[in-house]
């Protein structure tokens, strides 16, 4: 004879699953969405190396491994890795002109 479980009690009363205090079920909505206004929006002053990864369709290793080796310009701010905006664009043009030549 298969072991089978035993049916699941038919108890409604028990709370939602709870995710950072707030139940998980709760639909997050934006500001457009509920009628107001957007908020401002601001472009980004640099980068970090997952964010140049995902513009790049590149890996994330891949990614690490241009920093490291220079060929993608990056500061160090605390324990993170930055790119500003204006050192993709010079890593782009870089290889467009290594593509052309």
């Known amino acids: 004879m298969p072991y089978l479980l035993p049916p699941e009690p038919a108890n409604n009363d028990k709370p939602p699953a709870m995710l950072h205090n707030k139940p998980a079920c ?3 909505t ?8 957007p908020g401002p929006q601001f472009a980004p002053r640099w980068y970090s190396v997952a964010q140049v990864a995902q513009m790049l369709g590149f890996g994330l290793s891949k990614t690490k491994m241009l920093v490291a080796t ?3 310009r990056s500061l160090k701010d605390g324990k993170h890795r930055r790119i500003l905006p204006e050192w993709v664009d010079e890593y782009i043009e870089r290889r467009v002109k290594e593509g052309a030549a």
Request: proline residues 0%; charged residues 50%; positive net charge.
């Open 26 to 28: 709760i639909e997050r």
């Open 30 to 37: 934006t500001r457009v969405e509920k009628g107001l206004r």
């Open 70 to 72: 220079g060929e993608l």
